[in-house]
């Protein structure tokens, strides 16, 4: 069992920048397949950034150039070190987990808590 913690959440104004932080405890960190999602309002949600435990990368579209995802394996914390925010980053971003790339896919994922991004015009 992984319990996911996520840190860093705030409001800030367009063009800054908001680095998020997700303590895992449980489970092999460095295993694990780990990734950001985000949810607005009225909206599902998406994955922003996903780093495989063998250091494969995925960024959505919208946040390439601008997020950064990482992770320190030997402190268990994933990291979002987002820059150039927009208003549309706006949405509840949510620390994820899983083991497999077969759990990932099928949704068996551990979830933080969320943290609350809010970009302001």
């Known amino acids: 069992q992984v319990q996911l913690v996520e840190s860093g959440g705030g409001l800030v104004q367009a063009g800054g920048s908001l680095r998020l932080s997700c303590e895992a405890s449980?489970?092999?960190?460095?295993?694990?397949?780990m990734g950001w999602f985000r949810q607005a309002p009225g909206k599902e949600r998406e994955v922003v950034a996903r780093?495989?435990?063998?250091?494969?990368?995925y960024y959505l579209d919208s946040v390439k150039g601008r997020f950064i995802i990482s992770r320190d394996n030997p402190k268990k914390t994933l990291y979002l070190q987002m820059d150039s925010l927009k208003p549309e980053d706006t949405a509840v971003y949510y620390c994820?987990?899983?083991?497999?790339?077969?759990?990932?896919?099928?949704?068996?994922?551990?979830w933080g808590q969320g943290a609350q991004v809010t970009v302001s015009s």
């Open positions: 780093l495989w435990s063998g250091n494969g990368y």
């Open positions: 449980g489970g092999t960190f460095s295993a694990h397949h």
């Open positions: 994820a987990a899983a083991l497999t790339y077969t759990e990932w896919s099928a949704g068996n994922i551990y």
